[in-house]
């Protein structure tokens, strides 16, 4: 995976209270539109997909970037394994001509912050 890209896998989960382990287990990212954000991209993002974690269930948060082009949506849904401190997140992102989705978990940690869990199997 390109430093560049990591550098801004990094950015766009680093508001979600993410941490990268290592870029090697993104790889599965490479091909997807995320991986093309720009760090503006990643900024937008990042507002929409925090935003999502503490709205109303299936309130379909949108974000874009005039400048790149790049857009996406975050609809935030209730934890499909009832947890009260997690949420699924529906995230579709668009950039350099490139489209991904797919629900995440993400679950509350004790500080307030939002970490990603092992991704929803739909």
């Not at 890209?5 to 290592?22: D, E, N, P, Q, V």
């Not at 993104?26 to 925090?50: L, P």
């Amino acid at each position: 995976m390109h430093r560049q890209t990591a550098k801004i896998l990094a950015i766009a989960f680093s508001l979600l209270g993410a941490s990268m382990a290592h870029p090697a287990n993104m790889a599965f990212m490479v091909d997807q539109a995320m991986s093309r954000f720009s760090e503006k991209d990643a900024e937008f993002f990042n507002a929409a997909a925090s935003q999502a974690l503490t709205a109303k269930d299936g309130a379909e948060i949108r974000w874009n970037n005039p400048a790149s082009g790049a857009f996406g949506t975050v609809t935030p849904y209730p934890d499909p394994q009832k947890n009260p401190e997690c949420r699924e997140l529906h995230i579709v992102s668009v950039a350099e001509n490139v489209k991904s989705g797919g629900y995440y978990r993400f679950c509350k940690r004790s500080d307030g912050s939002w970490q990603p869990a092992v991704a929803t199997q739909r």
